[in-house]
């Protein structure tokens, strides 16, 4: 055993004086880091929903909109409500005095400076005063995330004005059926002063509703953005190629002889090569340890639970050794071991999970990526990043990355050849 650990001291300190070594597998994955967490970071920007209002001054319902679209904006915390000719927009939004500034809002949202813009027409309140039908303009840039936040904002806005006026308008329906029409000379005009009286208690009641939601947080922290991503993502992908890249060199000194020649020491030849084997492994957490620290500087939230952060290291080492002990064993030449390891790094990279949330991935494929040892890491890192998790919740990924690295060493142990 005293042998072995020789062994892996020695080619950690091969690898440590290699400059081009440190080079591609500590500074390249840094710096790899550093631009994925600015390209995909959380940008805390506010978004801004222009409003332009056709309907005029004496406007109850369009009042009551803008009303119920800044109830909700302030509800998310994440969007303002820009009003044309309003005393009352939040700092951030510079508009125009003009009401009517339809041409203005849509090249504010062109222009970047608008998340969407809603036009409310002309004879709006009118309309649904009287429960006729009515229809808003809204516009949205392509953004994804954006369009769904400022959508729902109206979208909620619209549903609680329309929830008021349907209210009205059931309330007086009701009554007309249960108690007859007024007379024809004064039919509508009462049946639009009762609509008003219920419309304006529907509104009531509405913004003081009897059952209200509480919202607690569950202590998840589910910013999958940024460094929270970039940075266990590029480190196990780094890893993994690091691991691969030794089947590579393993490969080479078979070709070379050179392993052929340590043979003649005096230890069993499992010794040599499971020696070959540690000082990359050892090589692999040291990588991984390094990368560790630079997410701590990068504020990573690892969660403070070292131990579970040293089981996810071991373990993912340990199964992406394996893998490159395996493909060691299915080449003949150096060439064909470098070409493999790259495509088969850059394959499991992304589909485990390393570039991007696999939540974004299609159900099929979160399965299909399982196949990936970095999909198991990354999922034990969720735990600790998100989930606040600790040492017991790792465990389920950290067990199928050894059982990776068992079935992986088997197989590699039949088909190697030491000649």
Not at 281 to 304: E, K, N, P, R, T
Request: include cysteine; hydrophobic fraction near 50%; charge should be negative.
């Amino acid at each position: 055993m005293r042998r072995i650990f020789e062994l892996i001291l020695l080619n950690m300190r091969l690898a440590v004086q290699d400059f081009t070594n440190l080079l591609l597998l500590f500074v390249m994955p840094i710096a790899m880091m550093i631009v994925l967490a600015l390209a995909i970071g959380e940008q805390q920007t506010t978004l801004a929903i222009d409003v332009v209002n056709r309907d005029g001054d004496d406007a109850p319902m369009a009042d009551q909109f803008i009303a119920q679209l800044r109830d909700v904006s302030d509800e998310t915390e994440t969007v303002i409500v820009c009003v044309y000719g309003a005393d009352d927009n939040p700092d951030d939004c510079e508009l125009g005095d003009d009401l009517d500034n339809a041409d203005d809002a849509r090249t504010r949202l062109e222009e970047g400076n608008a998340a969407a813009a809603v036009i409310i027409p002309a004879g709006f309140s009118e309309a649904l005063q009287r429960g006729e039908p009515v229809t808003i303009t809204y516009q949205a840039e392509q953004g994804l995330n954006a369009s769904t936040v400022t959508r729902n904002t109206v979208d909620t806005a619209i549903g609680r004005v329309a929830g008021a006026v349907q209210i009205a308008e059931a309330g007086v329906s009701t009554a007309i059926e249960q108690f007859g029409a007024y007379d024809n000379g004064q039919d509508q005009a009462a049946r639009e002063e009762a609509q008003a009286s219920l419309l304006e208690r529907a509104r009531a009641a509405l913004a003081d509703p009897p059952v209200r939601v509480e919202l607690e947080s569950t202590g998840e922290d589910l910013n999958r953005l940024g460094a929270n991503q970039s940075v266990p993502g590029i480190a196990t992908m780094f890893v993994l190629l690091t691991a691969l890249n030794g089947a590579s060199t393993l490969v080479q000194e078979r070709e070379r002889g050179t392993l052929q020649r340590l043979y003649v020491l005096p230890v069993p030849k499992f010794h040599v090569v499971f020696g070959k084997l540690g000082g990359i492994y050892a090589f692999s957490v040291m990588q991984f340890v390094i990368f560790i620290v630079v997410g701590v500087l990068m504020d990573v939230s690892w969660g403070g639970n070292y131990l579970a952060i040293a089981v996810i290291v071991l373990t993912f080492a340990l199964a992406a050794n394996a893998l490159g002990f395996v493909l060691a064993t299915m080449v003949r030449t150096y060439e064909q071991a470098g070409g493999i390891a790259l495509l088969l790094g850059l394959t499991l990279a992304p589909i485990g999970g390393a570039w991007w949330p696999m939540e974004i991935m299609p159900e099929f494929m979160q399965t299909i990526g399982h196949i990936s040892p970095i999909a198991w890491a990354m999922d034990a890192f969720s735990e600790l990043l998100y989930y606040d998790g600790g040492l017991v919740d790792i465990l389920p990924m950290a067990g199928v990355l050894v059982g990776m690295a068992i079935g992986l060493t088997v197989i590699a142990v039949l088909r190697f050849g030491y000649e």
